[in-house]
Nanobody, 126 residues
């Protein structure tokens, strides 16, 4: 299983970026897909997750710090998860990681996830 994250870069405050994470090696339609981030000197923190609820329904969850600004979505046909980031601030600067987990519980905990991407740098200038 491999996860390839892309879409990071340098953007001015107030701008937008869209991160993508393509998974290969398995179909993840019934798994939780999450985004985390880690700033220098800080622990990895939850950003957003999209969880399978059964059938064809999914739930999205967000950290309070990004709620209303970020949107997570998935394309199961492409085995890809996206993170649309709007109204970016310098506090959003971090390496962003995508992850895949078998469980839909404890979706905000890194330990829930079984596979991780390599990370993509997002830098927001003031």
């Amino acid at each position: 299983v491999q996860l390839q994250a892309s879409g990071g870069g340098l953007v001015q405050a107030g701008g937008s970026l869209r991160l993508s994470c393509a998974a290969s090696g398995r179909t993840f339609s019934k798994y939780s897909l999450g985004w985390f981030r880690q700033a220098p000197g800080k622990e990895r923190e939850f950003v957003a997750a999209i969880r399978w609820n059964g059938g064809s329904t999914y739930s999205a969850d967000y950290a309070d710090s990004v709620k209303g600004r970020f949107g997570i979505s998935r394309d199961n046909a492409r085995n890809t998860v996206y993170l649309q980031m709007n109204s970016l601030t310098p506090e959003d600067t971090a390496v962003y990681y995508c992850a895949v987990g078998y469980s839909s519980a404890y979706y905000s905990a890194p330990s829930t996830y079984n596979y991780w991407g390599q990370g993509t740098q997002v830098t927001v200038s003031s």
